[in-house]
């Protein structure tokens, strides 16, 4: 499964963006979706899932009330949409995937497949 993430930029502080995962000509149906992000110097670290069992969805605290994790309706597409954006939310941020996933995936080990990551910068 190739992943492809995409959506990234640059963002004033407070913006928004809205970050998508796809697997083209694959669906992510039953596919348990993680974000991660990482910022320069600093370790991969995990942002968000989506169950691919019940649906569910898992937040970092620093995320809550500030990212969305939802899949479309053709379950091709998760996407991240975040608010309120901050400059300490600096990142190349990767999304990932595990058949049949459920839970709070926040450990990347636990993850099958990978995206190449998308650039966000916020920042005045």
């Known amino acids: 499964v190739q992943l492809q993430a995409s959506g990234g930029g640059l963002v004033q502080p407070g913006g928004s963006l809205r970050l998508s995962c796809e697997a083209p000509?694959?669906?992510?149906?039953?596919?348990?979706i993680g974000w991660f992000r990482q910022a320069p110097g600093k370790e991969r670290e995990w942002v968000s899932c989506?169950?691919?069992?019940?649906?569910?969805?898992y937040y970092e605290d620093y995320g809550k009330g500030r990212f969305t994790i939802a899949r479309d309706n053709a379950e091709k597409t998760v996407y991240l949409q975040m608010y309120s954006l901050k400059p300490e939310d600096t990142a190349v941020y990767y999304c990932?995937?595990?058949?049949?996933?459920?839970?709070?995936?926040?450990?990347?080990?636990?993850?099958?497949?990978w995206g190449q990551g998308t650039q966000v910068t916020v920042s005045s």
């Open positions: 989506i169950s691919g069992t019940d649906g569910r969805r």
């Open positions: 000509g694959f669906g992510l149906k039953h596919y348990a």
């Open positions: 990932a995937a595990l058949l049949g996933g459920w839970g709070k995936l926040s450990n990347l080990n636990a993850y099958e497949y």
